[in-house]
């Protein structure tokens, strides 16, 4: 086992008990100082990277198992932590328990929105695609999903949105009425499992679990979120990092992203490598290899990017309001912080990526 996972974790335990919560709500009294006071304190002694299980973050899973990122740290000592979904990753940041995290692009804004644009900052992304909703044969349109029960990973999380949009737009509510649809939160694997089980009807997941109820449980595809994007483009995995951690520690942040565009590089460059080595830090992670065609089909259905596709985070928050996560819509002006990653481009001979205007207050 790699040391830069020897301190890896699960908070699943501690979102059963609710202490994820607690840390979410002290976000804004003890964990929003504010950047303009923070001043570059060189390199980090230790950075605590947060990132899921799934290969929508192919990317953490490859960076950390090749040393990807401990190779461009040099003397900063990488721990990890492992989250079944973005809601988690959030308390643990605001919570001041962790410093940059691989997350969806909803408890993204909602990290950003919670400490009033103080806490976060999205640096880079890191997946666009790989998100499903997958259903029983038969069910074929949003209407045959009335009377239905639906999985997401986690209520307010990036595919929980998504959902509650998508029903928003078709006239369908999130209810238990015999015309609305009964949206149940669930860990991944619970999901895979209550699918076999007919206690679900359909789940709208990322990658690799919407492969999983496909091939190993016989779920059909009713909707690829690509489908509802242009040119089929949409972030499904970013990364944040604490504003403060970033402010103090710019050099830190920068060989951190140089070791994720080199795992993005490697993964593409070696596409059955890359399915191998992450099948393998799956396996570690959660006690089960994926079957070959899984992978495969998961690995198709993403693309590996440090490209936040800023742009779209506008629509997103309003998503957010739609779905019913989220009051009203955040002013996403100051969210984006793409210095890091453009010096790192640049300096690499890079094209930069664009961050839509969120760069400025």
Known sequence: MKTARTVRTTLAVLAASGLVVALAACSRAESSSPAAAATDKGPAAELRLGYFPNITHAAALIGVELDYFTKELGSTKLTTQTFNAGPEAVGALLGDSLDISFIGSGPAINAFAKSDGAAVRLISGATSGGAQLVAR?????????????????????????????????????????????????????????????????????????????????GATVLLDEKEL????????????????????????????????????????????????????????????????????RAFANITLTADPLASTFPQLAKDAVTAGTSQEAPDLAGFVDLDALNAVLTAAGRPTVDAAGLDTK
């Open 137 to 217: 044969p038969g069910i074929d349109s949003a209407d045959a999903l009335k009377g239905k029960k639906v999985a997401t990973p986690q209520l307010g999380n990036t595919q929980d949105i998504a959902l509650k949009k998508w029903l928003s737009d078709k006239g369908i509510g999130a209810g238990s009425g015999a015309d609305q649809v009964t949206v149940i939160n669930s860990d991944n694997p619970q999901t895979l499992e209550a699918f076999r089980a007919g206690q679900i009807d359909a789940a709208w997941l990322p990658e690799p679990w919407a492969s999983r109820l496909v091939l190993d449980a």
């Open 229 to 296: 994007w242009p040119d089929g483009r949409f972030p499904t995995t970013v990364i944040i990092v604490r504003t403060q951690f970033l402010a103090e520690h710019p050099q830190t942040v920068q060989a951190f992203l140089r070791g994720q565009l080199a795992a993005v590089d490697w993964a593409t460059a070696n596409p059955a490598e890359a399915r191998t080595t992450a099948n393998g830090v799956l396996e570690e992670l959660t006690g089960k290899a994926l079957a070959d065609p899984v992978i495969e």
